[in-house]
């Protein structure tokens, strides 16, 4: 029998919001949480030293992209993605259900999996709710997901429950596959239904019965707005136990993760503080800044002066604007260091919050 995946230690007095402890092999998460995204085995533009720098506890890893390069046995032979990439500290990875969504294009749902053409060269490759638990235990990760249809919007009803159904017996299939096996690593479900509370309620429950160590909100971020956004995140948290982590997948805007963790979710990851970084952007106290706008060509200050981190304290903004206009790869990795500094300071403090009994 595995050991506890998640320990409660206080819920807010005036709203939902949780502080916890994540266990996992490579070491406890302290929950709320924000995960950098790190797709093809590095968080762009930085290094782990920098991540472990900036108090990073876990991050995320991408099972499609991994496997179609370098491809998961050759990690397993050179000693797990750990190891490969030079990180000490916990893994996610998905499963590869957002590129159902993001590369429909290039790939057909069938009974039995999902059949993409490989962005890369063409290939065909077929990722099946048991291969990609093979991935996974391949790749040595902390927690797994398991294969999902990730619906867009919009989308019928009758079509958001039809991928349910679908996705509802994958998951069946890999928790079958993962239980005689689990190597110490964890498998959460993953709830989908698109706008409709009805398949969002199908989903949650189903997903319990088959019963898994924790739970991911899918579906979200995936065209519809933010009021629908947080409309399905406000239905579906109260359905999901109590004593297992909650996550939703793919929020990283400050004002997203604070309405989550006020409805109880513990995670959350998202490419946005990289990926605007790389395009001169950066989160401020304030609200969001153009580095590359002329108004900070001779400005002295700091990206924002009530940061702490290394780049709001050293370099100017008129410094970091030089560095984009010269186009400089030192200059998108200066902002990725601050934007993810920020959320995962952003998340701390509320979770001191909660424990202070002040939120």
Same mark, same amino acid.
């Given at each position: 029998?595995?050991?506890?995946?998640?320990?409660?230690?206080?819920?807010?007095?005036?709203?939902?919001?949780?502080?916890?402890?994540?266990?996992?092999?490579?070491?406890?998460?302290?929950?709320?949480?924000?995960?950098?995204?790190?797709?093809?085995?590095?968080?762009?533009?930085?290094?782990?030293?920098?991540?472990?720098?900036?108090?990073?506890?876990?991050?995320?890893?991408?099972?499609?992209?991994?496997?179609?390069?370098?491809?998961?046995?050759?990690?397993?032979?050179?000693?797990?993605?750990?190891?490969?990439?030079?990180?000490?500290?916990?893994?996610?990875?998905?499963?590869?259900?957002?590129?159902?969504?993001?590369?429909?294009?290039?790939?057909?749902?069938?009974?039995?999996?999902?059949?993409?053409?490989?962005?890369?060269?063409?290939?065909?490759?077929?990722?099946?709710?048991?291969?990609?638990?093979?991935?996974?235990?391949?790749?040595?990760?902390?927690?797994?997901?398991?294969?999902?249809?990730?619906?867009?919007?919009?989308?019928?009803?009758?079509?958001?429950?039809?991928?349910?159904?679908?996705?509802?017996?994958?998951?069946?299939?890999?928790?079958?596959?993962?239980?005689?096996?689990?190597?110490?690593?964890?498998?959460?479900?993953?709830?989908?239904?698109?706008?409709?509370?009805?398949?969002?309620?199908?989903?949650?429950?189903? +997903?319990?019965?088959? @019963?898994? $160590?924790? =739970?991911?909100? !899918?579906?979200?971020?995936?065209?519809?707005? *933010?009021? /629908?956004?947080?409309?399905?995140?406000?239905?579906?948290?109260? +359905?999901?136990?109590? @004593?297992? $982590?909650? =996550?939703?997948? !793919?929020?990283?805007?400050?004002?997203?993760? *604070?309405? /989550?963790?006020?409805?109880?979710?513990?995670?959350?990851?998202?490419?946005?503080?990289?990926?605007?970084?790389?395009?001169?952007?950066?989160?401020?106290?304030?609200?969001?800044?153009?580095?590359?706008?002329?108004?900070?060509?001779?400005?002295?200050?700091?990206?924002?002066?009530?940061?702490?981190?290394?780049?709001?304290?050293?370099?100017?903004?008129?410094?970091?604007?030089?560095?984009?206009?010269?186009?400089?790869?030192?200059?998108?990795?200066?902002?990725?260091?601050?934007?993810?500094?920020?959320?995962?300071?952003?998340?701390?403090?509320?979770?001191?919050?909660?424990?202070?009994?002040?939120?």
């Amino acid at each position: 029998m595995m050991p506890p995946t998640f320990t409660l230690l206080k819920t807010a007095t005036r709203s939902r919001a949780r502080a916890g402890i994540l266990h996992t092999l490579h070491g406890d998460i302290p929950t709320p949480v924000f995960m950098p995204v790190g797709t093809q085995a590095t968080v762009k533009s930085l290094t782990t030293d920098h991540l472990r720098t900036l108090n990073v506890p876990i991050i995320l890893s991408n099972t499609y992209h991994l496997a179609l390069r370098p491809g998961t046995d050759l990690i397993a032979e050179l000693g797990g993605l750990h190891h490969f990439m030079n990180w000490d500290r916990p893994i996610l990875t998905d499963s590869g259900g957002f590129q159902v969504f993001s590369l429909a294009k290039i790939r057909k749902i069938k009974p039995e999996g999902v059949m993409f053409h490989s962005h890369l060269d063409g290939s065909k490759h077929l990722f099946t709710p048991e291969s990609v638990i093979d991935h996974q235990r391949n790749l040595g990760s902390d927690i797994m997901m398991p294969l999902d249809i990730c619906t867009p919007h919009p989308a019928t009803h009758a079509q958001t429950a039809h991928d349910l159904d679908i996705t509802l017996q994958w998951a069946a299939q890999a928790k079958n596959h993962w239980e005689p096996d689990p190597r110490n690593q964890l498998l959460f479900g993953i709830v989908q239904g698109g706008i409709y509370p009805d398949l969002r309620e199908k989903s949650a429950t189903a +997903l319990q019965t088959i @019963d898994f $160590p924790g =739970y991911a909100i !899918g579906g979200v971020s995936v065209g519809e707005s *933010k009021a /629908a956004v947080e409309a399905q995140i406000r239905h579906t948290a109260p +359905l999901l136990p109590d @004593d297992k $982590p909650k =996550y939703v997948m !793919g929020l990283g805007e400050p004002e997203n993760l *604070k309405f /989550a963790i006020d409805e109880g979710i513990d995670m959350f990851d998202c490419v946005l503080p990289t990926r605007l970084a790389r395009h001169g952007h950066a989160f401020t106290a304030t609200g969001r800044l153009n580095i590359k706008n002329a108004t900070h060509t001779r400005d002295p200050q700091g990206l924002d002066p009530t940061c702490s981190c290394g780049v709001c304290t050293t370099y100017s903004r008129a410094y970091l604007r030089h560095l984009f206009m010269a186009k400089e790869m030192l200059g998108p990795t200066l902002l990725s260091l601050h934007n993810i500094h920020f959320l995962i300071q952003y998340v701390t403090q509320i979770r001191t919050q909660i424990l202070e009994g002040t939120r």
